[in-house]
Structures are given as structure tokens and as C-alpha cells.
């Protein structure tokens, strides 16, 4: 069962604006990462946060997590037609080995 | 410079008929996973290999098998395709406890 749920489930915004999505879960987790993918196309993995991690910055992306709510946030700043695309989170419960769990994912579109 | 290559890119096959992808990487990494990726859905784990050592989620149809004869290498077998298990298949590796490497996946069309 998938245990991230990303909102919005689809976001457009003009180009040049800031896009923030959310994405929540239920169990602990180890860390939590965010992907990107376009179209038909394979993920990329943007950032990952440890669960003893607050905020973290790269680029113009920033992920903020807060264990209390098992929420996290990904916030894209001065966003880019190629921005466009859909966004997961994926919560990694620290297993070791063990598989990421998806979110249903957002799906960004950025107007030109 | 692929890091984890998936061939091929796209398959079609047969109701029933078997099919195998490839997924390999350079990466030397010890965890290697498959993900199916249905349309507009979240990509799901079917099983992961760590080392030699294989693991099955609890869910993933017997019709899915995998093999990994080194650590290169890992294939993903579906023994008799339905039409339900059309998807986007996805490949990924990591090291413990870091981030995984995507393949750009394989998409399967079951006519």
C-alpha cells in the first residue's frame, strides 16, 4: 500500500512562480527522499532529508520535514518551464535494504 | 556516462508469452530493486536483491520472478504477461542507506 499522499495531486502555476507541494505518511521512517520525473521517463532523485533533519537547501529546491506530523514539504523557487513534470516522495523506513514507498505524486506544470 | 542502464527501452509482447528485461549498472552497488509503474500511479516494489540474497514483497504476483547472476546484473522475468501487467518497469540501485539510482525504465506493452 502506498504510504506517502502528496496535495496537490496536480499544480499549475506561470513561470517564474514559487511551487510548493506536500506530502504526508504514516509510519517512521529513516528518511525521506523527492524524485522527479518527466513524461515517460525514469526518476531523478533531487534531495534526501534524515529523519533528524529539519530543512535542507539545494539549489532552488528546499525540503522542509517535520516527524510530528510525518509531513514534508518540497518548495520550488523561481520555477522553470522545465520544471514541469511529476514529483514523488518516497519514504525510506531504514531497513537497511529495504525499498522506497511512494507517494501518489504531484504533477507540476509550469506555464510560460 | 548511464549509470544503470535498462534494456530495452520499450517491449511488447504477447498475452501470455514470456519476457525478461535487463537492467545492469556500474555502480557496484550491493541493493538492487524493480519497481512497476503503472500509468499516472506511484511506482511500486516488486522485490530487491541484497547481494545474493532476494526478497519479495509480500504482494508481488508469483507471475514476477528475478535474478541476479552477478552484481551487474539483475533480470526481471514475467512468466505469462496479462494485460494488467502493462506498465513502465523501473530498475534502481543503491548503497545502504543512501539514496537509490534510477534506470530510465523499460515500458511494457502486452498486446
Known amino acids: 500500500s502506498q504510504q506517502g499522499e502528496e496535495d496537490p495531486q496536480a499544480l499549475s502555476i506561470q513561470e517564474g512562480e514559487n511551487a510548493t507541494m506536500n506530502c504526508s505518511y504514516k509510519?517512521?521512517?529513516?528518511?525521506l527522499q523527492w524524485y522527479r520525473q518527466n513524461s515517460g521517463r525514469g526518476l531523478v532523485h533531487l534531495i534526501l532529508?534524515?529523519?533528524?533533519?529539519r530543512e535542507k537547501h539545494s539549489g532552488r529546491l528546499r525540503v522542509t520535514l517535520d516527524t510530528s506530523k510525518k509531513s514534508s514539504s518540497l518548495l520550488i523557487t523561481a520555477s522553470r518551464a522545465a520544471d514541469t513534470a511529476s514529483y514523488f516522495c518516497?519514504?525510506?523506513?531504514?531497513?537497511?535494504?529495504?525499498?522506497?514507498?511512494f507517494g501518489k505524486g504531484t504533477h507540476l506544470i509550469i506555464q510560460p | 556516462d548511464a549509470m544503470v542502464i535498462q534494456n530495452p527501452r520499450y517491449q511488447v509482447t504477447q498475452f501470455g508469452k514470456p519476457v525478461t528485461l535487463s537492467c545492469s549498472q556500474t555502480?557496484?552497488?550491493?541493493?538492487m530493486y524493480w519497481y512497476q509503474q503503472k500509468s499516472s500511479q506511484a511506482p511500486k516494489l516488486l522485490f530487491h536483491?541484497?547481494?545474493?540474497?532476494?526478497?519479495n514483497e509480500a504482494d508481488t504476483p508469483d507471475n514476477f520472478q528475478s535474478r541476479r547472476p552477478n552484481t551487474s546484473f539483475c533480470f526481471l522475468d514475467i512468466r505469462s504477461p496479462g494485460l494488467g501487467d502493462a506498465a513502465m518497469y523501473l530498475c534502481?540501485?543503491?548503497?545502504?542507506?543512501?539514496?537509490?539510482?534510477f534506470g530510465p525504465g523499460t515500458r511494457l506493452t502486452v498486446l
Open positions: 532529508i534524515r529523519s533528524n533533519e
Open positions: 518516497a519514504t525510506d523506513a531504514g531497513g537497511g535494504a529495504d525499498g522506497l514507498t
Open positions: 536483491y541484497y547481494d545474493k540474497d532476494f526478497n
Open positions: 534502481a540501485t543503491r548503497r545502504i542507506d543512501n539514496e537509490q539510482f
Open positions: 555502480l557496484n552497488h550491493n541493493v
Open positions: 509510519t517512521s521512517i529513516n528518511n
